[in-house]
T-cell receptor
Framework: EDKVVQSPLSLVVHEGDTVTLNCSYE??????LLWYKQEKKAPTFLFML????IEKKSGRLSSILDKKELFSILNITATQTGDSAVYLC?????????????FGKGTLLTVNP | KAGVTQTPRYLIKTRGQQVTLSCSPI?????VSWYQQTPGQGLQFLFE???????NKGNFPGRFSGRQFSNSRSEMNVSTLELGDSALYLC???????????????FGPGTRLTVL
């Protein structure tokens, strides 16, 4: 069975701190790894990673994938209260014509002023 | 462009009933995926439709079904509701290049279903 495990499950930091969120996976037929941010309702797409070692950046957020060790990290520098959210990691796997995303349980990040 | 819309936003049903949820994708998007989100199981993939055909399916029982119309709008139906079906149901649409894994998915606000 495909598994995606995120850690920590929750994290409380102060504004200005740097955080690292982890996502490890055990899947067959890996195709991609995606990060989402979920505030209140709809998850918002952050990054999609398919190749090892290539960092993707967007402002204060960055992410990298290690396909040998089967994990990804999401870094957030100089955190702000607006970064408070659940961060979801999902792995895309394919088997024949059947492709699906398997999500981790998420990391709840709380940034205090 | 308008985002993904879902209706209704909230729904209360009783066990044994059936329910239909609706999702309108972003204009021009042809792929629509459905997810179930619960506190215990997290976000789980239900199925994906593209050009009115179900392309991909997650591990849910046959009580969960869907369809897509020619305008890419999609409906999801759950029959014989169980208490455990209480969840937030999210749909997401993707750009028209066709392949799920290469397309950014944009999520709707979700439908909160409560089964009593």
């Amino acid at each position: 069975e495909d598994k995606v495990v995120q850690s920590p499950l929750s994290l409380v930091v102060h504004e200005g701190d740097t955080v690292t969120l982890n996502c490890s996976y055990e899947v067959t037929n890996f195709r991609s790894l995606l990060w989402y941010k979920q505030e209140k309702k709809a998850p918002t797409f952050l990054f999609m990673l398919t190749s090892s070692g290539i960092e993707k950046k967007s402002g204060r957020l960055s992410s990298i994938l290690d396909k040998k060790e089967l994990f990804s990290i999401l870094n957030i520098t100089a955190t702000q209260t607006g970064d408070s959210a659940v961060y979801l990691c999902a792995v895309g796997v394919s088997g024949g014509s059947n492709y699906k995303l398997t999500f981790g349980k998420g990391t709840l990040l709380t940034v205090n002023p | 462009k308008a985002g993904v819309t879902q209706t209704p936003r909230y729904l209360i049903k009783t066990r044994g009933q059936q329910v239909t949820l609706s999702c309108s994708p972003i204009s021009g998007h042809r792929s629509v995926s459905w997810y179930q989100q619960t506190p215990g199981q997290g976000l789980q993939f239900l199925f994906e439709y593209f050009s009115e055909t179900q392309r991909n399916k997650g591990n849910f029982p046959g009580r969960f079904s869907g369809r897509q119309f020619s305008n890419s709008r999609s409906e999801m139906n759950v029959s014989t509701l169980e208490l455990g079906d209480s969840a937030l149901y999210l749909c997401a649409s993707s750009s028209p290049s066709g392949h799920l894994i290469t397309d950014t998915q944009y999520f709707g606000p979700g439908t909160r279903l409560t089964v009593l």
